[in-house]
Antibody, heavy 120, light 112 residues
Framework: EVQLVESGGGLVQPGGSLRLSCAAS????????MHWVRQVPGKGLVWVSR????????NYADSVRGRFTISRDNAKNTVYLQMNSLRAEESAVYYC?????????????WGQGSLVTVSS | DIVMTQSPDSLAVSLGERATINCKSS????????????LAWYQQKPGQPPKLLIY???TRESWVPDRFSGSGSGTDFTLTISNLQAEDVAVYYC????????FGQGTRLEIK
C-alpha cells in the first residue's frame, strides 16, 4: 500500500525557516517524481515544487524559487522541502504527492498534509 | 502560466441526477507527441487530501466508478457525474500538466 506521511510543519515567524519531510512507503520511490502542493485552508491548490527519481532534476513555482529547496534521500525513502524566508501568505497545508509516471505532473497519491503557519 | 477556470463555482444536484462541471484553460493543453490532453480531475472531501479521479482528460483511475467521466479537448473540458450519490459531495478540481501544473479554483458539489 502506497503511503506518504508528511512531518515538520508548525508555527514559524515571518522570515523564518522550516523543513518539511515526506516519508514514502509501498512503492519504489526512485521510479517516481515527487511533488509538493500547498493549500490555504478553504482555498485552492497550488503546485510548489518537484524532484525526479534520482534527485538530479528539480523545478519550482516562480513564487518560491530561490527560497525553497526540494531534495530527496532515496536510502530513507524521504523527500524534503526546505523553506526559507517564509511569508505570512505561505501559511497553508503542504501536501507531498507522488507523480503518476514519467515526468507528467499528475498526482496519484497524496499525504495527509502538514500545516505550516507563518505568523508573529 | 496556464490559467484554469472552472464553472460553476458551486452547484447543487438531486440524488440520482447528473452533475456537470466545466473547466477551461487559457491555452491548449493538447500534447502533440501522444495526441492526448494534459488534463486531470481531482475530488477533495472535507478534511482529506485530494484524490485523483481522471487524467489524460478521460482516463479514470482504477477506483473510480464509471459514473464519473471526463471529456473535452484543447481548452475546454467537462467532468460529468451521472446518477449522483451522497458520497460524491466534494470539491472538484481540474488541473493542467502541459506546462508545469496549475489547478482550477474548484467547484463545490452539494446535494439539492
Amino acid at each position: 500500500e502506497v503511503q506518504l506521511v508528511e512531518s515538520g510543519g508548525g508555527l514559524v515567524q515571518p522570515g523564518g525557516s522550516l523543513r518539511l519531510s515526506c516519508a514514502a512507503s509501498g512503492f519504489i520511490s526512485t521510479s517516481h517524481w515527487m511533488h509538493w502542493v500547498r493549500q490555504v485552508p478553504g482555498k485552492g491548490l497550488v503546485w510548489v515544487s518537484r524532484i525526479n527519481g534520482d534527485g538530479g532534476t528539480t523545478n519550482y513555482a516562480d513564487s518560491v524559487r530561490g527560497r525553497f529547496t526540494i531534495s530527496r534521500d532515496n536510502a530513507k525513502n524521504t523527500v524534503y522541502l526546505q523553506m526559507n524566508s517564509l511569508r505570512a501568505e505561505e501559511s497553508a497545508v503542504y501536501y507531498c504527492a507522488r507523480g503518476l509516471y514519467g515526468g507528467a505532473s499528475v498526482f496519484d497519491y497524496w499525504g495527509q498534509g502538514s500545516l505550516v503557519t507563518v505568523s508573529s | 502560466d496556464i490559467v484554469m477556470t472552472q464553472s460553476p463555482d458551486s452547484l447543487a444536484v438531486s440524488l440520482g441526477e447528473r452533475a456537470t462541471i466545466n473547466c477551461k484553460s487559457s491555452q491548449s493543453v493538447l500534447y502533440s507527441s501522444n495526441n492526448k490532453n494534459c488534463l486531470a480531475w481531482y475530488q477533495q472531501k472535507p478534511g482529506q487530501p485530494p484524490k485523483l479521479l481522471i487524467y489524460w482528460a478521460s482516463t479514470r483511475e482504477s477506483w473510480v466508478p464509471d459514473r464519473f467521466s471526463g471529456s473535452g479537448s484543447g481548452t475546454d473540458f467537462t467532468l460529468t457525474i451521472s446518477n449522483l450519490q451522497a458520497e460524491d459531495v466534494a470539491v472538484y478540481y481540474c488541473q493542467q500538466y502541459y506546462s508545469s501544473a496549475t489547478f482550477g479554483q474548484g467547484t463545490r458539489l452539494e446535494i439539492k
